[in-house]
């Protein structure tokens, strides 16, 4: 039986269109659920900031403090729950000792969180899912930060933030990083229409996702109704995620 941790990120997979990639998405290394193989097979010809920053991932790992890892494991019900990474790069969870999360990756987090919760509960069935923290501004019902993971589709980022706005545009939709556009509107309006998710998107810790207004008139309104209806399935789940 599958855990809810796992059936909701299924459920939202499931809600967005297919998963139609260019290639330079699919390789890239800046994906946030990257494996420890692929940034090391990079390394070698990386240069610059992008070699800094794959050493950086390769030797703290992931995880800072603020993260949360959301937790399921089967019949123990205090286990299963979302907790925050601590001060130091550790993880507390009830009635096991604090552990560390250094030189951990995203995309090690699960066989991570079953060999460490299998020291302490006999043939645990985990689920472990790390989240990614980031902000939803502009033409959006409850704008804010939000946890979500890094498999979600990016069309439920949105949703996730009550939903568009009357004026919204899925036209219009970027994500900041910094002064930096790092998801232009017109990849994102493909990536919507695709199903593409925020790790394919190389979305990262603190990006923005910057919803605009869409044009006026009938053809606008006709333009924001037809991607809403591909997303509502999932609003109601992704609202109540984490």
């Known amino acids: 039986m599958r855990s809810p941790v796992r ?7 499931l809600a967005g269109a297919p998963v139609l990639l260019r290639a330079q998405d699919s390789v890239s290394t800046g994906r ?28 703290d790992g992931d995880f800072r403090p603020g993260d949360l890892v959301a937790l399921s494991v089967v019949e123990e019900s205090t286990l299963s729950d979302t907790f925050t ?7 507390k969870l009830p009635n096991i000792p604090e552990f560390s999360l250094h030189g951990l990756l995203r995309s090690e987090l699960q066989d991570f ?12 069935q985990v689920d472990a899912v790390a989240l990614i923290r980031v902000a939803v501004t502009g033409a959006v019902n409850r704008p804010g930060f939000f ?6 589709p990016a069309s439920q980022v949105v949703m ?9 545009s899925f036209k219009k939709v970027e994500v900041h990083r910094g002064d930096s556009v790092v998801v232009t509107k017109d990849r994102m309006d493909l990536a919507l229409g695709a199903g593409t998710s925020l790790d394919q998107l190389n979305i990262r810790g603190g990006d923005e996702f910057v ?13 924001t109704f037809g991607l809403i209806a591909g997303v509502l399935s999932g609003a109601y789940f992704a609202t109540r995620l984490f």
Do not use: C, D, H, W
């Open 7 to 13: 059936l909701l990120i299924l459920f939202l997979l």
């Open 85 to 91: 990474v601590r001060t130091g790069q550790t993880l």
């Open 211 to 223: 919803v605009g207004q869409k044009p006026g008139g009938f053809r606008g309104a006709l333009q």
């Open 32 to 59: 946030a659920m990257a494996s420890r193989a692929e940034l090391e097979a990079t390394l070698a010809t990386a240069k610059g900031e992008q070699r800094a920053e794959i050493q950086r991932r390769l030797s």
């Open 147 to 152: 946890s979500v993971p890094a498999e979600a």
């Open 113 to 124: 969180m079953q060999k460490k919760i299998a020291e302490y509960v006999r043939n645990p």
């Open 160 to 168: 996730i933030a009550g939903g568009p706005t009357n004026q919204a």
